[in-house]
């Protein structure tokens, strides 16, 4: 008997090597933004960190949510008799949305913008707001040759009440992922090895600093939504920015 196995390319197939561009991803995250109820979707820039912040004030994700549907492919969309599988409720006050994102397609695209994330997020649910979950994850591991899916180790940390992780947290995630690199240096080339690890030196965030830049759509005490920190970014997205626009 024979079994199927998934290698770790096949991510880096569905997302990445699938996306139009920058602009299809970036557009890929605000549909999930809507589909979180969210009511304001904002994306900052930082030129000299090379840092690209998308975040929102939807109903987050738990850590249930992260390590169960986030880092999940192929998720179910729908119940055993056809009708659309609600993880949540829909807001007080707020009328249903139809879905519009891809199933999936979001979180994949975002290696078309940059080779590394870092997700924040809190949730709102009927019994309040949960506590603050991260995870980093470094998509060019899943471009070595020869890897199987399950030897990619995703660091997820969950944060008590309203805490956001700290530049020594998000640090302690980048060394976990780094282990896992050297674990799995000998799939790839001299060079693939050592670009992912400069891009892993790079990968610097305060959190919370960072919420003093920002004029909505933040994490705090009392707010819940998710926060995409891509850093450093594709070379594209400069070129996107600064080229004229068509009329």
Do not use: C
């Not at 192929?74 to 949305?97: C, F």
């Amino acid at each position: 008997m024979a079994r199927f196995r998934t290698s770790a390319r096949t991510v880096d197939m569905l997302g990445r090597q699938q996306i139009a561009g920058i602009a299809t991803a970036i557009s890929e995250l605000f549909k999930n933004a809507h589909d979180a109820y969210a009511t304001r979707v904002e994306a900052d820039f930082y030129r000299p960190e090379q840092l690209l912040v998308l975040r929102d004030d939807g109903l987050g994700m738990t850590l249930e949510d992260v390590v169960d549907r986030w880092l999940v492919l192929g998720t179910d969309s729908k119940l055993d008799g056809g009708e659309e599988m609600t993880a949540v409720a829909v807001p007080l006050g707020m009328e249903p949305r139809t879905p519009t994102g891809e199933k999936g397609i979001g979180r994949l695209a975002i290696a078309a913008i940059g080779p590394q994330v870092l997700l924040v997020t809190r949730a709102r649910r009927s019994d309040g707001l949960h506590p603050t979950v991260a995870s980093f994850v470094n998509w060019s591991l899943f471009a070595l040759p020869g890897i199987a899916l399950d030897e990619i180790e995703i660091p997820v940390r969950e944060f008590p009440g309203g805490e956001l992780p700290t530049a020594d947290d998000v640090a302690d995630m980048v060394k976990a992922v780094r282990k896992n690199l050297d674990q799995l240096r000998h799939a790839g080339s001299v060079d693939a090895v050592a670009e992912i690890a400069r891009d892993l030196d790079r990968a610097s965030f305060d959190v919370s600093a960072l919420q003093h830049r920002f004029e909505a759509a933040t994490l705090g005490e009392s707010e819940a939504g998710t926060q995409f920190y891509i850093q450093p970014t594709d070379p594209m997205l400069e070129v996107s920015l600064d080229a004229p626009i068509e009329k």
